[in-house]
Each structure stands twice: as structure tokens, then as C-alpha cells.
């Protein structure tokens, strides 16, 4: 598995990331794969090594809105090794990746006993936190326009391509709104030669532009990313697992 890339284990000294790495199966997550669903706790986590996660939200009346994301950088059901509580959220892919799966037994075992990993963790759910937080303020305050534009930027940056496939419908529910409204500024952002849409997909064909016309919060979360793991000095003894 050394040709596999996450962020998160590369990060970790060799012996712990192969302690890691040796518990885990790579599996591929085509879109539409749900890795946990609302307060149950989840069979496996997965580091991902290609792809992208949505984490939603879904209200009562079945309406839902994209919270947080989830790429290279990271893992899904890293919140739950936290406690026991449960989560009300969904985590679903939503472009077609892969994935290193490992039992969240395991994984929470590992995260109780290793603390090179516990604070890797807890340092890209700070992250996942503060996303959350970003994304929130975003849906809440910002034009449609303007977050399709941050949204389809930090796919790009996640994924390391400026081309991406996805529906309709997955932007209208990322944006919390109609499929006309999706027309109407995924159209408008292509008319001003930012994006090529088509189908079901999009390419990014004038990177600089499409960040004039995104919201605030790109540069926010694209901060967020790129400091990820840059603050905290790995130990370099290796795990306290076995």
C-alpha cells in the first residue's frame, strides 16, 4: 500500500504510519457511497487517498445542505472516536474516489493508545470544526453564485483536478437550492468563461477568476487546508501500539 497518498498518514513517522497502514484494506468509494449515516455509529473509518466526502445535514421536511468536506487530507468518522455521542450528520461521497478502510474498533483503539495519531486526529477535527463553522456563515449570508464558485474551488483543491463530475441535483442540494437556481449561476459562472458545464460536469478554466468570484470563505477554508498538519512536530518514537 506505499503508493497510496493521505495526508494524514503521511504525516506520521514511518513506523506508525505502517502500524496504521497494516490494519487497513483499500477499498474504492464510487460517488454516492455513504461511509456513515445520521446517529449510527459507523462500522469502519476510511482515510481517503482519491475523492471527495460531503457531510450533510438533513432537516425533517428532507431538505439538506452541505456542511463540511472531506478529501486526501483527512478521514471520515474521525469525529466519532471523540465519545460516545452520535452524530446527526451524513457522510456520502460525492466524486468518485478510494479509499483505505480499517474498523473504527481498531481505529478508536489506536487513537486511545497512540498519541502521535490521537493528535494528528484531533487536529484535523479542529480543522473539521472550523470548516463547519465557515460553511455555515457561508450558506447563511452569501449568494448562491458566489458559493458554487467556493465550493467548486475546494473540490479542485481536494481532488488536485480542475475537472470534476457531478449531477444536478448535488449541486442544488450543496447550494440549498432549486435546480433552476443551479442553472442560473452554475450559467452565469460559464457565460463569464470561469467554468465549462456540461451534463453532469465541470471544468475550472479560469482558476484566478472564479476565486474573484467566490465568497470570503474560499480564502478562509483554503488557509484552513493548506495549514493543516503544519503546527505540530510528529514524535518521531514510533507507536505505542502494537
Known amino acids: 500500500m506505499s503508493d497510496v497518498s493521505n495526508r494524514l498518514l503521511d504525516c506520521l513517522s514511518p513506523v506508525t504510519k505502517d502500524m496504521v497502514m497494516s490494519r487497513c484494506t483499500p477499498v474504492p468509494l464510487p460517488r454516492r457511497t455513504v461511509l456513515y449515516q445520521p446517529q449510527i455509529m459507523p462500522e469502519f473509518c476510511y482515510f481517503l487517498t482519491s475523492g471527495m466526502v460531503s457531510v450533510i445535514t438533513t432537516m425533517q421536511d428532507g431538505e439538506s445542505a452541505e456542511v463540511s468536506v472531506v478529501g486526501r487530507e483527512g478521514l471520515s468518522g474521525g469525529v466519532q472516536l471523540l465519545g460516545p455521542g452520535r452524530v446527526p450528520t451524513t457522510c456520502i461521497m460525492q466524486l468518485d474516489g478510494s479509499g483505505l478502510r480499517i474498523p473504527t474498533a481498531e ?45 467548486l474551488l475546494m473540490a479542485s483543491d481536494r481532488i488536485g483536478n480542475l475537472e470534476m463530475n457531478f449531477t ?11 435546480r433552476t437556481t443551479v442553472t442560473m449561476v452554475a450559467g452565469a459562472l460559464q457565460r463569464n468563461g470561469l467554468i465549462e458545464y456540461r451534463r453532469g460536469r465541470v471544468k475550472i478554466v479560469n482558476p484566478d477568476a472564479l476565486e474573484q468570484a467566490a465568497c470570503e470563505c474560499y480564502r478562509v477554508t483554503a488557509e484552513l487546508h493548506a495549514q493543516l498538519y503544519k503546527t505540530y512536530s510528529p514524535l518521531q518514537s514510533g507507536a505505542n501500539v502494537r
Open 168 to 178: 444536478q441535483e448535488f449541486l442544488a442540494e450543496l447550494l440549498g437550492a432549486r
Open 107 to 151: 481505529m478508536r483503539r489506536i487513537f486511545d493508545t497512540s498519541e502521535e495519531v490521537r493528535a494528528r486526529i484531533l487536529e484535523y477535527v479542529q480543522e473539521q470544526s472550523n470548516l463547519m463553522g465557515q460553511i455555515a456563515a457561508c450558506n447563511r449570508l452569501h449568494e448562491a453564485e458566489a458559493r458554487l464558485a467556493r465550493w
